[in-house]
């Protein structure tokens, strides 16, 4: 009786779920798309370059690679960084200022 509750339950939490959108939560937003691209101008032109097209060592983030990325990977890079690759961890910004950064990307394709 107790597995069947449970599987219950799990179904119901699944069929919960199933509903949610996923993803970056400002797609297709103007505004997020400008708070972003002034975070960028702040916290990441210095490595990747104003327009995002890489310098030196850091990758353009115009590339079809980053671009075909989901956003959700995006966002984690942008959290925890890569470190091996000299990329520092952005953790210290607010989850919402990392997404705006992500739709900012997602707006140079």
């Given amino acids: 009786m107790k597995a069947a509750v449970f599987w219950a339950m799990c179904a119901a939490l ?10 970056n939560p400002y797609e297709g937003n103007a505004d997020a798309v400008r708070a972003g691209e002034k975070l960028f101008g702040l916290h990441c032109a210095q490595c990747h370059g104003r327009s995002a097209e890489g ?9 079809k690679k980053v671009q075909d990325t989901p956003p959700e990977t995006l966002f984690e890079t942008i ?10 961890t952005w953790a210290q910004l607010p ?6 950064i992500v739709t900012y990307l997602r707006s140079l394709k």
């Fill in 14 to 23: 699944v069929a919960a779920g199933a509903g949610q959108r996923s993803g």
């Fill in 55 to 63: 310098v030196g060592q850091a990758p353009s983030l115009r590339s």
């Fill in 79 to 88: 959290k925890n960084g890569r470190m091996r690759h000299g990329m520092p």
């Fill in 95 to 100: 989850s919402e200022q990392r997404w705006q």
